[in-house]
């Protein structure tokens, strides 16, 4: 399933939470991330800006292993990786929850970028929040911006 697809079905998904195997993960888009995210566990969720759908995705993912925990929880399985949500969400509370996630307000304009300071850029860097591989991407992108501050590359 193409993520043009599963935002498709995710746009008027209200009570069921859709997960899609990636790997030995679970990954779960927009509004089934939402529903995961506040009434199972709070999970690091990532809102990302994909151009090609002109619109910012908000996700989240786990291991295969936690099904089983997603049932005890009280998830009801509707069909293969298809869960019913404990209770239905409004439209109002999915898209407060995902502003709020996101480090740039949804709709927003990107700001402007000022001149590189690398003591700023790390002391903004939300480590506590942040998972390894975020790490990692950030410190490449700080190691790309310190041989090219311009960001060519």
Known sequence: ??????????????????????????????RSAFILDTQWHPFKVSVKTVKYLKAEIASLGFGKQGLCRLEEAGFQRIAENVYQAKH?????EFQ???TKKSSVPI???????PDFN?????????????????????VASLKKKLAHPDGTL
């Open 1 to 30: 399933m193409t993520l043009q697809e599963q935002f498709d079905r995710e746009r008027n998904n209200l009570d069921r939470v859709y997960l899609t195997p990636e790997g030995a993960f679970l990954k779960a888009y927009e």
């Open 88 to 92: 239905p969400v409004t439209e109002q």
């Open 96 to 98: 407060a929850w995902k």
């Open 107 to 113: 709709g927003a304009p990107a700001p402007e970028k």
């Open 118 to 138: 690398l003591a700023d850029a790390i002391r903004s860097f939300p480590l506590e929040s942040s998972s390894p591989i975020d790490c990692m991407i950030f």
